[in-house]
């Protein structure tokens, strides 16, 4: 099984960037495709991006499509996310999940918090 920490969330101000990151333990990552969801507050959780564990495949959710981009380094074990003119909908933990082979998103991280004030 693997194990997923994420960091690099903060407050900013509409419009600046952030890169969150997604830090495996366990094991490799290898035929892992990771992913990042979200969750505001009242709402929930929702699809942001997910990357294929060759890296060559990714997607993104209609609203962060062309502000956000996931990226990859598997000799890091890591997955980024990084978040172009944030925008105050933007608000909310982020999480990144891991599925082996397409069976299912089963290992989820502890999530980080991402505050773009109104």
């Known amino acids: 099984q693997v194990q997923l920490v994420e960091s690099g969330g903060g407050s900013v101000q509409a419009g600046d960037s952030l890169r969150l990151s997604c830090a495996a333990s366990?094991?490799?990552?290898?035929?892992?495709?990771i992913g990042w969801f979200r969750q505001a507050p009242g709402k929930e959780r929702e699809f942001v991006a997910a990357i294929s564990w060759s890296g060559g495949g990714t997607y993104y959710a209609d609203s962060v499509k062309g502000r956000f981009t996931i990226s990859r380094d598997n000799a890091k074990k890591t997955v980024y996310l990084e978040m172009n003119s944030l925008r105050r909908e933007d608000t909310g933990v982020y999480y990144c999940a891991a599925s082996y082979r397409g069976t299912g998103y089963d290992a989820w991280g502890q999530g980080t918090q991402v505050t773009v004030p109104s």
């Open positions: 366990g094991r490799t990552l290898s035929g892992y495709s």
